[in-house]
Nanobody, 119 residues
């Protein structure tokens, strides 16, 4: 049974930083892509960033380039999202997901973690 468990969300002031974690279990993730998505109230879920387990190549949404950094620890089956220079518009529930490629399809999702950035 594949499980993705996010942690690290919280409340931070604009300009601050948070690091999210996504602990993955239940299958061999080599060859898959891990993605971070977010959904703000009243908006559709959007792709934030993805990383390939093998090789570590990444792909970022323009809105977070230069501010967010994704990384992974293969030994721990954990993916991290370092978020710096946070803005109020980054406020959302953040989800990690496992998929075939950056554009998906993503077949397993975590439960989400709330990130709130105050102005």
């Amino acid at each position: 049974q594949v499980q993705l468990v996010e942690s690290g969300g919280g409340l931070v002031q604009a300009g601050g930083s948070l690091r999210l974690s996504c602990a993955a279990s239940g299958r061999t993730f080599t060859g898959y892509t891990m993605g971070w998505f977010r959904q703000a109230p009243g908006k559709e879920r959007e792709f934030v960033v993805g990383i390939r387990w093998s090789g570590g190549s990444t792909y970022y949404a323009d809105s977070v380039k230069g501010r967010f950094t994704i990384s992974r620890d293969n030994a721990k089956n954990t993916v991290y999202l370092q978020m710096n220079s946070l803005k109020p518009e980054d406020t959302a529930v953040y989800y990690c997901a496992s998929g075939a490629g950056f554009s998906g399809p993503y077949d397993y999702w975590g439960q989400g973690t709330q990130v709130t950035v105050s102005s």
